[in-house]
């Protein structure tokens, strides 16, 4: 009913940049938080960064000052910006966001199928 689509994944040099997006589809009635996590290699899934449909922020310490969270909720869309990436960054970004799925009250958890992000010393 609904999907989460991430673009923007890939290779990048230690101290470049990469910009992740992220657009909700399907049945969606309206979007509360949307966010970032990250999953890398024999670690557990942790959060970046998430933003509310107010566009208050939250980031993990490790990105604070490198990366920007935004979001444009005319089109569905949240964006993670990151800058002055470093090897420890390499990670598989998953979208994730709570949707009211619209003609119902039903409140669901959805899950992107995840990018991966990979930053090379």
């Known amino acids: 009913q609904v999907q989460l689509v991430e673009t923007g994944g890939g290779l990048v040099q230690a101290g470049g940049s990469l910009r992740l997006s992220c657009v909700a589809s399907?049945?969606?009635?309206?979007?509360?938080?949307m966010g970032w996590y990250r999953q890398a290699p024999g670690k557990q899934r942790e959060l970046v960064a998430v933003?509310?449909?107010?566009?208050?922020?939250n980031y993990a310490d490790s990105v604070k000052g490198r990366f920007t969270i935004s979001r444009d909720n005319a089109k569905n869309t949240v964006y993670l910006q990151m800058n002055s990436l470093k090897p420890e960054d390499t990670a598989v970004f998953y979208c994730?966001?709570?949707?009211?799925?619209?003609?119902?009250?039903?409140?669901?958890?959805?899950w992107g199928q995840g990018t991966l992000v990979t930053v090379s010393s």
């Open positions: 399907g049945s969606i009635f309206s979007i509360t938080s």
């Open positions: 933003i509310t449909s107010a566009g208050s922020t």
């Open positions: 994730h966001a709570g949707v009211v799925v619209g003609g119902t009250n039903r409140y669901l958890e959805v």
